[in-house]
């Protein structure tokens, strides 16, 4: 099967190591590599984000969303964004000199109107929001404290490679930091008002 990025997208969502190199084009030239991933599920919606390195050499990244049918199997997911990452994931040093000694840093914050199927009123659309927060090779594992309508829940993830992805629903706050780190709390708030997941 040809290598695609939705395919791989699909492939984290259902549990699978990605395939990661195209390996060569029809006409012998380098094709995409997938460099690293992270993933968000909220309830039935599921998130991916994937970094990659293009057939130019330049790194970009691409973020899908699916949803997971009453059956437990995740429809072909959509491409909602993407475009360079805008530093090298290769280069250590470059990216140590964006973060400026800081563990974590937001580096992208978008919003866009799905069709979530969670509300009954607006024919079922929600304005989602999407950060992608630059890790330092230093940290192992992130917090996050995801505040909602009368909830409260924090969680330790392991920090995936080069980005992370979260992802606030209407209502939600989330407060992401490092593990045991000192430095900042990076807060992150959803649009509009809440619906419980």
């Known amino acids: 099967m040809p290598f695609s990025l939705k ?22 030239r380098p094709s995409t590599t997938l460099l690293a991933h992270d993933m968000s599920v909220r309830g039935n919606l599921g998130f991916v984000l994937l970094v990659h390195r293009r057939r130019d050499g330049a790194a970009a990244e691409e973020l899908y969303w699916s949803v997971r049918e009453a059956d437990g199997v995740w429809a072909e997911p959509e491409h909602l964004s993407g475009g360079l ?3 090298d994931p290769d280069d250590m040093d470059g990216l140590a000199d964006v973060l400026r000694g800081e563990p974590l840093m937001l580096v992208s914050d978008a919003e866009t109107l799905l ?5 009954a ?15 330092a090779a230093r940290v192992r594992s992130v917090e996050v404290e995801r505040l909602g309508p009368g909830t409260r829940h924090t969680t330790r993830r392991p920090a995936p ?5 979260l992802v606030a629903l209407p209502g939600e706050s989330l407060r992401v930091r490092a593990t045991g780190s000192a430095g ?14």
Do not use: M, N, W
């Open 7 to 28: 395919q791989a997208a699909h492939d984290v969502l259902r549990g699978r190591p990605p395939l990661t190199d195209a390996g060569k084009d029809e006409r012998g």
């Open 115 to 119: 069709c979530t199927g969670r509300r």
């Open 161 to 165: 490679y080069l980005l992370t992805l």
């Open 85 to 87: 990452t805008g530093a």
């Open 184 to 197: 900042p709390v990076i807060r992150f708030d959803g649009i509009g008002p809440g619906t419980s997941v």
């Open 121 to 135: 009123y607006d024919d079922g659309y929600e304005s989602v929001r999407f950060a992608q927060i630059l890790t």
